[in-house]
């Protein structure tokens, strides 16, 4: 088999247990049967935006990806939880790590997160190395000087998720304490890299959420603002892929972290 040539068509059905709940996802290949790098992108809350711009061009960029669905949402078991949210990511790069999937390289995993999912990246990325680096873009830093409430809620996430009611999502949002807020954590994927994407136009997570983030971030870490993108980026994600596709080009996944 010639190295264009593959044993799958390019993406297949995933699903992996967390919490004792089956979760499930896509697993986007890249051409070829070698073990390649691999991204764990992940979508917001509700997840109306599911990134797979991003999954199909790191798939014609030589990357393999995962989107995945937490507890409670797009057919994944369960009932939604916030604070499970991290443990769901951990589980995701436990499947990758297994072995069970010939054309990932458990060692070259990285976490792409955006909205509340960039908010999951930061937190499993700072507690599992299986994370080699983190990128973020429109992400929840700090989720004690966001507030949000019910009515919000209501309009916005709750009814895309599975025994989730808008009084859940305001008590579960206001105990988001120190080991759930990012800018608490983010110190510890050091020296693993980081990079950082928001938008200046982004009326739903302000970007001094992503300022924040980036001073109490250690090196190597690089912060970059699109003066009108709005929190999706939805006329701005040519922008983004290049970014995202630039800054993982560059990573030197190579070498464990901390080692001389």
Avoid at 134 to 142: F, L, Q, T
Avoid at 162 to 180: I, K, R, V
Avoid at 209 to 221: D, H, I, N, T, V
Wanted: charged residues 20%; hydrophobic residues 40%; contains cysteine.
């Amino acid at each position: 088999m010639s190295s264009e040539q593959s044993s799958h068509q390019g993406q297949i059905g995933v699903y992996f247990d967390s919490g004792g709940y089956r979760l499930l996802g896509t697993l986007f290949l890249a051409r070829g049967e070698a073990p390649k790098p691999t991204a764990v992108i992940l979508h917001g809350i509700p997840g109306i935006e599911k990134n797979y711009d991003l999954a199909h061009a790191l798939r014609e960029n030589g990357w393999n990806s995962l989107i995945f669905h937490y507890r409670g949402c797009w057919g994944s078991g369960g009932r939604y939880v916030l604070g499970t949210i991290p443990d769901d990511v951990r589980a995701a790069l436990d499947d990758l790590s297994s072995g069970r999937y010939p054309w990932v390289d458990p060692a070259r995993l990285v976490l792409i997160g955006h909205s509340l999912g960039g908010w999951a990246a930061v937190l499993a990325g700072a507690a599992d190395p299986h994370a080699r680096a983190v990128a973020v873009y429109g992400a929840v830093s700090d989720p004690r000087t966001l507030p949000l409430g019910a009515e919000a809620a209501a309009a916005e996430f709750t009814p895309w998720l599975h025994g989730f009611t808008p009084e859940d999502f305001q008590s579960q949002w206001g105990a988001l304490d120190a080991p759930y807020s990012p800018v608490e954590q983010v110190a510890r994927l050091a020296p693993r890299p980081l990079l950082i994407l928001h938008g200046e136009a982004d009326q739903d997570i302000p970007v001094v959420q992503a300022r924040g983030l980036f001073e109490r971030a250690g090196q190597p870490r690089e912060l970059l603002i699109h003066p009108e993108a709005n929190h999706s980026f939805t006329w701005h994600r040519a922008w983004l892929r290049s970014h995202l596709l630039d800054w993982l080009s560059q990573l030197d996944l190579t070498t464990a972290p901390g080692a001389s």
